[in-house]
């Protein structure tokens, strides 16, 4: 059963939406990034041998999946803050907790919805919403 800080209407999403429109896309760009310099980084530490130039290429790739890591969990707290959940960063899927026909549901905004268009019952699995005209 999920027990919420708070339980949304439309219009207390909406009333959020120009601002998630800049944070979960900064978070999920941010995460794309993270994915690709944790690759390189990984290639580059199973090298044996580096010269100083891959040691300093080294240390930048650290300090900025570091950096990265951190704004990510920044954008979090962010959205968590505002109520909500960033429950799929690759697609950018924030949920609201509410109550629908008496059970527990999610409103679910991504980025480009102008509005609040889709819903997901508690026991459906993140990624799965129907359209709040259904």
Known sequence: MITPKALFEPADVEA????????VPDARDCFRRLQTLGYRRRKLMEQEGLDHLECNRLVWLNEEVDRLSARVEECVGEVEAMGGELVDIERGEVTFATFLGGEPAFYVWTPGDPVVLWYRLATEPVGEAHLISE
């Open 16 to 23: 959020r939406i120009v601002y998630l429109s800049s944070v």
